[in-house]
C-alpha cells in the first residue's frame, strides 16, 4: 500500500505525521519526496550507506560552430538560453534538459553532457524502516526529476509511507499519483482551511481516496472540523497544540517519544485507512 | 539610437517601472526620430528567466540604451554581453528619462543592483 501524506499549507506537520506513523508502524519503507526540503531524517536519523546522483542532459555550444543565430534561445520555452551579440549565454538552473536547442541548431553547435540535478539517498532507521530521500541541488528547478528518480525504488507488497511537499502543485501531484490513499493535514485556521479545499480537489480530480488529520488543535477555529463533518470527510486524529511536543520536534525527536500512547494511535489511524483504500 | 525603457504604461507620461523582466510594458524610443512604440512584456508572466527573455527582445528590437528601477544579474549579463549600456534606479516619467538621458545626466549601472527574482510576486 502507498500512502502519502500531504497538505496544502506548508508547515502543518506532513513530516511530522508521516515519521511518526512510520515509527509506529515499524516495518515499512519511508520516502521524503519534499525533494526541495527534505527534513524527515532530522527525525528517523537514518544510516545513509548508499547515495546515488540523479543527473539530467545539458546542452553545450560549440563558439567555432556557432553563428549566434538565436534559435535556440527562441526555442527555450524556460528562457535558459539567451543570445547577445556572438555569444550563447546558457542559464543551466532554468534548463529543463529537453534537447530542443540541440534539435532547432542548423550548424549542428550543440552538444549534450550529463549533469548532477540532485541525489538520491538510501538508508535505514530504527526499529525497521527502509529509509530514502531526493535531496534537489540547491537553486534548480527540477524537483519532478529527483522525485521521478525516488519511484524507481517503491518497493511491492509493503507499506511505503510518502512524506510530499507542500503546496497543490506539479510536485504535490507528482508525489501523490500512485497513493492508495491520502492523509491531508491540517491545521483548524482559515488558511489551513482554504488549502485543504483546495488539497481535497485535487485528490478527488486524481480519484485518490483521503481522509484528515488536524494538528495544532485547539488553535484557530472550528471551521476544519465542521467542514468535514458537513462533507462526511473523516478525521482520522487530531493533535493538540501542545509545547512539549513542539519542543520534542525541535530537537529532532518523536511524539513516541514524548508519549508512547501515540503509537497506538497511530497504528489505529493505520487500521482506519486500510478500509478505505484504493483497489 | 533606441532606447528601451521599463514602463508601468503604454504613453511618455507613464512611469519608469521599478522592475525590468516583469515590467507590464516597454516603451521602445528613437532619439534620432523622436518616434516611440509600446510592447507589451510577453516575459512578465514567465515562470523563470523573465529577465532573461526581457533583455533577448531588447536586444532583437536593436535597443542600445536600457533605462530601468531595477536589474537582475541574468539581464544583466545577457544585456552586457550585447554591449547594451544600461541605466537603473531611475524613477519618474518615461519622458522625463529620456529628456535626462538627452542631457547626458545618466551614470551607467555597472552591475546587477537586484538579486535574482527581485521583480517577482
Request: proline residues 4%; aromatic residues 8%.
Amino acid at each position: 500500500m502507498i500512502l502519502s501524506v500531504a497538505s496544502g499549507k506548508g508547515g502543518t506537520g506532513k513530516t511530522t505525521v508521516a515519521v511518526n506513523l512510520a515509527l509506529s508502524v515499524g516495518f515499512c519503507q519511508f520516502m521524503d519526496y519534499d525533494v526541495e526540503a527534505p527534513n524527515a531524517a532530522f527525525f528517523l536519523k537514518p544510516d545513509i550507506k548508499h547515495i546515488q546522483k540523479v543527473e539530467m542532459k545539458h546542452p553545450y555550444f560549440l563558439k567555432e560552430v556557432c553563428n549566434a543565430c538565436g534559435k535556440c534561445a527562441e526555442f527555450c520555452n524556460f528562457n535558459a538560453v539567451a543570445v547577445a551579440g556572438d555569444e550563447v549565454i546558457f542559464f543551466p538552473e532554468l534548463c529543463h534538459g529537453c534537447g530542443g536547442c540541440l534539435l532547432v541548431c542548423p550548424e549542428g553547435a550543440v552538444r549534450e553532457k550529463d549533469v548532477e540535478i540532485g541525489k538520491i539517498k538510501k538508508g535505514f532507521s530504527k526499529p525497521g524502516i527502509n529509509f530514502y530521500m531526493g535531496d534537489l541541488k540547491p537553486g534548480y528547478m527540477r524537483t519532478i526529476s529527483v522525485q521521478a528518480a525516488l519511484d524507481k525504488f517503491i518497493e511491492k507488497d509493503i507499506l511505503i509511507i510518502i512524506d510530499c511537499p507542500p503546496g497543490t502543485s506539479c510536485p504535490m501531484v507528482f508525489s501523490v499519483k500512485d497513493s492508495d490513499y491520502c492523509i491531508l493535514v491540517t491545521e483548524p485556521t482559515p488558511y489551513g482551511l482554504n488549502d485543504l479545499l483546495i488539497s481535497i480537489e485535487v485528490l478527488k480530480d486524481m480519484g485518490i481516496p483521503y481522509g484528515v488529520i488536524i494538528n495544532r488543535d485547539g488553535i484557530g477555529n472550528d471551521e476544519v472540523e465542521n467542514y468535514c463533518r458537513k462533507n462526511n470527510i473523516k478525521i482520522l486524529l487530531k493533535i493538540p497544540n501542545d509545547m512539549e511536543v513542539a519542543k520534542y520536534y525541535s530537537r529532532g525527536e518523536s511524539m513516541l517519544d514524548y508519549d508512547i500512547s501515540w503509537k497506538g494511535k497511530f497504528e489505529n489511524i493505520l487500521k482506519e485507512i486500510k478500509k478505505d483504500v484504493r483497489k | 539610437m533606441k532606447v528601451g525603457i521599463s514602463s508601468t504604461g503604454t504613453s511618455l507620461e507613464s512611469n519608469v517601472d521599478m522592475r525590468f523582466g516583469r515590467c507590464p510594458y516597454f516603451i521602445i524610443y528613437d532619439t534620432e526620430s523622436n518616434d516611440f512604440e509600446h510592447i507589451e512584456n510577453q516575459s512578465r508572466q514567465a515562470m523563470g528567466g523573465a529577465g532573461i527573455q526581457a533583455a533577448q527582445m531588447i536586444i532583437d528590437k536593436k535597443v542600445g540604451v536600457v533605462i530601468t528601477g531595477n536589474v537582475g544579474p541574468n539581464a544583466h549579463r545577457v544585456l552586457g554581453s550585447a554591449n547594451i549600456k544600461i541605466y537603473s534606479g531611475i524613477t519618474g516619467t518615461v519622458k522625463d528619462a529620456i529628456e535626462k538621458l538627452k542631457k547626458d545626466e545618466f551614470k551607467e549601472t555597472a552591475g546587477p543592483d537586484v538579486p535574482s527574482h527581485f521583480g517577482t510576486g
